[in-house]
């Protein structure tokens, strides 16, 4: 079964550093996501992406997140100066569609920031 | 504003036993629901979803119902197994916002043998 895949799946970077999170969405999707849970948390979402665009974000992603898709298969969440705050379980996500189609998410990268 | 939640954050059940897990919404615009699975140190598995034109759907050993009226959703686990313990946690989906699913809380599911 077709699955998204994460790495790293634990990162751990001193405060202020700079973290690249990579993700490879289901070949055929479309739309990528990244959502965010903090320990303990419910499950928020972050950014969405379509035709190398951002096509919704929330309050969340500021101007120190940002979102690629370099090439035809990677898609990536860069956080540019990590602060304490930032330590989550980040999962990505695809599907093919956006309206009402299944979101599948991948296992997470779990970033710790000391 | 937006928001969905859930009635009761932890279950414990008897293996074998049928589940049964809640989940309130309070917008009115959400259309597509989803019920997701989340094992220790994994991502949302995907369950089962619902459109709002629907108000049950079967899948295998899983049912949603979904009660627009008093904007309720719930999950119903026939002859629940050990493996089924986990955080299940509904989401939301509005017609203005395709993409961005809103999250509730949890509801943590111990099946005991």
Redo the contacts between chains.
């Keep these: 079964e077709p699955e998204v895949t994460q790495t790293p799946s634990h990162q751990v970077t001193q405060m202020g550093q700079e973290v690249i999170l990579r993700c490879v969405p289901i070949s055929n999707h479309l739309y990528f996501y990244w959502y965010r849970q903090i320990l303990g948390q419910k499950v928020e979402f972050l950014v969405s992406f379509y035709n190398n665009e951002i096509s919704e974000k929330s309050e969340i992603f500021d101007d120190q997140f940002s979102v690629e898709r370099p090439d035809g298969s990677n898609f990536t969440l860069k956080i540019r100066s990590t602060k304490l705050e930032d330590s989550a379980m980040y999962f990505c996500a695809s599907s093919y569609t956006e309206a009402g189609n299944t979101i599948y998410f991948g296992e997470g990268s779990w970033l710790t920031v000391v | 504003g937006e928001s969905v939640g859930l009635h009761l954050p932890t279950l414990s059940v008897q293996e074998g036993d049928n589940s049964i897990i809640n989940c309130a919404y309070s917008n009115s615009a959400s259309?597509?629901f989803?019920w997701?699975k989340q094992e220790s140190?994994?991502?949302?598995?995907?369950i089962i979803?619902i459109?709002s034109n629907m108000d049950k759907r079967q899948g295998q050993r899983v049912t949603v119902l979904l009660n627009k009226t008093v904007k309720h959703l719930s999950l119903q686990i026939a002859a629940t197994q050990p493996g089924d313990s986990a955080v299940y946690?509904c989401?939301e989906?509005g017609r203005t916002?395709?993409?961005?699913?809103?999250?509730?809380?949890?509801t943590i599911l111990t099946v005991h043998p």
């Excluded at chain 2, 140190?41 to 995907?46: C, D, L």
Aim: charged share 20%; aromatic share 24%; glycine share 20%.
């Design positions: 259309d597509y989803i997701y140190g994994k991502g949302p598995q995907f979803d459109r946690f989401a989906n916002s395709y993409g961005k699913l809103t999250f509730g809380q949890g």
